[in-house]
């Protein structure tokens, strides 16, 4: 247990669904983090939340948008999805200690796109 | 910008056996260093990571790593390998951009441990 959970743990969605997973820190950190993790590719960064702001945006397509109400929640909203956006999506968060972020993970939501 | 390579996708060893997981980093100003393991359905777990100061860094589970700079290397190793070891380990690369750390992941080395 990382202080990070996500829900759901796995999602099968159509290409016209409309679905959104959600993550929670109970670490108190102020910065939170959304990967894309696919067989045989390196972790993709997706989206930064610094401070509720957005500080990075890897080209992510719009089919992907999210939210930061606060520090401690994070979501990425989905639609239109392509069975290409099939992976496990990571959320982290993360706080500086003596200069070094460390981030934590939470377990993944596993998402198959039909 | 900064880069991680691990050499080897998969390593299988004997359990009792050496384990050593091999991660090379470039970057053009000093890094952080960190190693995760991922068990099968689960997110990244962090093991342990290079602050700068100490070059042998000692982690969770018995593992522990080296940073040698003139080799440019961060690899794992752990003595003697338990079946509970057997998972997919990340080295990962920090450093600070921009007033925030941008952190640059490996591919991922899977590790069988064979009974």
């Known amino acids: 247990e990382t202080g990070v959970t996500q829900t759901p743990r796995h999602l099968v969605m159509g290409m016209t669904n409309k679905k959104s997973l959600k993550c929670e820190q109970h670490?108190?950190?102020?910065?939170m983090y959304w990967y894309k993790q696919s067989a045989k590719k390196p972790l993709e960064l997706m989206f930064v939340y610094n401070f509720k702001e957005q500080t990075e945006n890897n080209s992510v397509p719009s089919r992907f948008s999210p939210e930061c109400p606060n520090s401690s929640h994070l979501f990425l909203h989905l639609h239109t999805l392509q069975p290409e956006d099939s992976a496990l999506y990571l959320c982290a968060s993360s706080q500086q200690d003596r200069g070094i972020e460390t981030q934590y993970f939470g377990p993944g939501t596993r998402l198959l796109v039909l | 910008a900064q880069s991680v390579t691990q050499l080897g996708s998969h390593v299988s060893v004997s359990e009792g056996a050496l384990v050593l997981l091999r991660c090379n980093y470039s970057?053009?100003?000093?890094?952080?260093l960190f190693w995760y393991v991922q068990y099968p359905n689960q997110g990244l777990q962090l093991l342990l990571k290079?602050?700068?100061?100490?070059?042998l860094v000692k982690g969770i589970n018995g593992f522990e790593a080296e940073f040698k700079k003139s080799e440019t290397s961060f690899h794992l190793t752990k003595p003697s390998a338990h079946m509970s070891d057997a998972a997919e380990y990340f080295c990962?690369?920090?450093?600070?951009?921009?007033?925030?750390?941008?952190?640059?992941f490996g591919t991922g080395t899977k590790l069988q441990v064979i009974p």
């Open positions: 290079y602050t700068s100061a100490a070059t």
């Open positions: 990962a690369v920090s450093v600070t951009t921009g007033g925030y750390q941008k952190v640059t």
């Open positions: 970057s053009s100003v000093p890094p952080y």
């Open positions: 670490l108190g950190h102020n910065a």
